[in-house]
């Protein structure tokens, strides 16, 4: 078992910065690809970002690509996500996420329990 806590949601206005960070217990954490979903209200969840257990490779969704950066710190069983140039429309719940290999799929096997992240016009 994985445990994940997410923190660092909030209300932030079109423009600004949020990071997000998820603390991890439990299992060894570099075993884990980790990975930042989302769920937006009336919307289906949908990948937001995902880092390999080393931390070399990182994929993301089209709509965050070039404003989300993921990271990761193996020693600190954390993972985060920063932020930048936030819409409207980046509204949502943030679940940060374990897997065991890289998939760019809403599929995770551990889930934390969301943190709320609302972005106003």
């Known amino acids: 078992q994985v445990q994940l806590v997410e923190s660092g949601g909030g209300l932030v206005q079109a423009g600004g910065s949020l990071r997000l960070s998820c603390a991890a217990s439990?299992?060894?954490?570099?075993?884990?690809?980790m990975g930042w979903l989302r769920q937006g209200p009336g919307k289906e969840r949908e990948f937001v970002a995902a880092i390999t257990k080393g931390g070399a490779r990182h994929n993301y969704a089209d709509s965050v690509n070039g404003r989300f950066t993921i990271s990761r710190d193996n020693a600190k069983n954390m993972v985060y996500l920063q932020m930048n140039s936030l819409k409207p429309e980046d509204t949502a719940v943030y679940y940060c996420?374990?897997?065991?290999?890289?998939?760019?799929?809403?599929?995770?096997?551990?889930w934390g329990q969301g943190t709320q992240v609302t972005v106003s016009s």
């Open positions: 996420a374990a897997r065991s290999f890289m998939v760019v799929t809403t599929t995770w096997d551990y």
């Open positions: 439990g299992r060894t954490f570099s075993n884990y690809v």
